[in-house]
């Protein structure tokens, strides 16, 4: 015979447990001590990595379709990381962008372009409610030369690419 008051305690135990899981805060670029997983010099504080999935979810993803290696980057292969600092203040203001580990200068105003352009809507989207946030943003430049014989070696064939764009933020319509 099935004990129900027992099972209801089970079925709740999973539903916390589940529930604790599903909240617990990851980041793709900072570990749970608030560290920069490149760099662990750099963190963050408590309420920046409060907000660090959100931030990742939006920013992101719209870095990596906008940012492009500059002529002269590309020309003579220049290849770094450049780590930004972002601050942004309540309802986007309060914003401010300078780089705290250059690389190639072309490199550096590649990275640059970008913060200058972004727009104040997605500067609102990250920014929380009260305080003001500092993230710390690496991004890399990488030319893969070797890319086609390692994909040659590997598939037994000639492999053409296409590297998709990351799929962008949508705000939800309600």
Same mark, same amino acid.
């Not at 089970?10 to 980041?27: G, K, V």
């Not at 890399?140 to 598939?155: A, G, H, P, R, V």
């Given at each position: 015979?099935?004990? !129900?008051? %027992?099972? #209801?305690?089970?079925?709740?135990?999973? =539903?916390?447990?589940? &529930? +604790?899981?599903?909240?617990?805060?990851?980041?793709?670029?900072?570990?749970?001590?608030?560290? !920069?997983? %490149?760099? #662990?010099?750099?963190?963050?504080?408590? =309420?920046?990595?409060? &907000? +660090?999935?959100?931030?990742?979810?939006?920013?992101?993803?719209?870095?990596?379709?906008?940012?492009?290696?500059?002529?002269?980057?590309?020309?003579?292969?220049?290849?770094?990381?450049?780590?930004?600092?972002?601050?942004?203040?309540?309802?986007?203001?309060?914003?401010?962008?300078?780089?705290?580990?250059?690389?190639?200068?072309?490199?550096?105003?590649?990275?640059?372009?970008?913060?200058?352009?972004?727009?104040?809507?997605?500067?609102?989207?990250?920014?929380?409610?009260?305080?003001?946030?500092?993230?710390?943003?690496?991004?890399?430049?990488?030319?893969?030369?070797?890319?086609?014989?390692?994909?040659?070696?590997?598939?037994?064939?000639?492999?053409?690419?296409?590297?998709?764009?990351?799929?962008?933020?949508?705000?939800?319509?309600?």
């Amino acid at each position: 015979m099935i004990n !129900l008051p %027992i099972m #209801k305690k089970i079925a709740l135990l999973l =539903l916390m447990i589940l &529930n +604790i899981a599903a909240s617990a805060q990851t980041s793709k670029l900072y570990d749970k001590k608030r560290r !920069l997983l %490149i760099d #662990k010099s750099y963190t963050i504080d408590e =309420l920046t990595y409060s &907000n +660090i999935q959100t931030i990742e979810k939006i920013l992101l993803p719209k870095m990596y379709n906008s940012i492009k290696y500059t002529a002269i980057s590309a020309e003579n292969e220049f290849e770094g990381t450049v780590i930004v600092q972002l601050s942004v203040g309540a309802q986007g203001q309060d914003y401010e962008v300078k780089i705290v580990k250059p690389a190639e200068e072309e490199l550096n105003k590649a990275v640059l372009k970008f913060f200058n352009g972004l727009q104040e809507y997605p500067r609102r989207q990250i920014s929380p409610a009260k305080g003001k946030i500092t993230v710390y943003i690496p991004i890399t430049f990488e030319i893969s030369k070797d890319n086609y014989i390692k994909l040659l070696n590997k598939n037994k064939s000639l492999t053409i690419q296409l590297i998709p764009r990351a799929p962008e933020y949508q705000e939800p319509v309600y």
